[in-house]
């Protein structure tokens, strides 16, 4: 962790700490976000909220449990949870909601690159959507987000030996799917190997 946030308490009280800590994250969770999410408007409100989370949750983060990235990654898989279901609800109650947050043309062509950048990300997402909950947190955390095997593991309170098993039978399930389903994407290292 940077010295600036250690500890990551003080994001939420001081202003350098907080700079640090987005500085040295938001390109990781503008990826992780865009992962998962389609609307760019849609996306820069997230990757906000998921700031904004972790600046009121940091006092949960335990270092004993993985990198603070793993801890906001799920931070942000949280927030993306609890977005969605908020959406959900909205669409409900009303169907023709209309309008959307206005983004000047600089940002919108950004955060438009951003997702372009990530749709073939977003395909393979599909296909680990069709693993079981245990097994697509695992193969997200190592695969798509970059963690070590026994840092994923400890981040969701597993043995590093047990991760290391279901990730190979994932992968395996994962790049069985892209063959049958999805031919346009290259298979990657990461999900192959």
Do not use: C
């Not at 245990?134 to 070590?148: F, H, I, K, N, T």
Request: net charge positive.
């Amino acid at each position: 962790m940077n010295d600036a946030y250690d500890p990551l308490t003080r994001i939420g009280s001081d202003p350098d700490a907080l700079e640090a800590f987005y500085r040295d994250h938001v390109e990781a969770v503008q990826r992780f976000v865009a992962r998962r999410v389609d609307d760019p408007h849609r996306a820069a409100d997230l990757v906000a909220d998921v700031f904004l989370a972790a600046i009121a949750g940091a006092h949960t983060y335990r270092s004993d449990r993985g990198p603070v990235i793993a801890w906001l990654y799920g931070v942000g898989r949280n927030t993306i949870a609890a977005d969605a279901r908020r959406r959900g609800r909205e669409l409900r109650a009303v169907r023709d909601l209309g309008g959307q947050r206005l983004l000047d043309a600089g940002s919108l062509a950004r955060i438009e690159e951003r997702i372009d950048a990530e749709r073939d990300a977003r395909r393979l997402y599909l296909a680990i959507a069709e693993l079981g909950d245990d097994d697509r947190r695992l193969l997200e955390l190592v695969a798509v987000d970059g963690l070590s095997v026994a840092d994923a593991a400890r981040s969701l309170g597993v043995k590093p030996a047990t991760a290391r098993v279901r990730l190979h039978r994932s992968r395996a399930r994962v790049t069985h799917h892209l063959r049958r389903s999805v031919p346009a994407i290259a298979l990657t290292p990461e999900i192959t190997s």
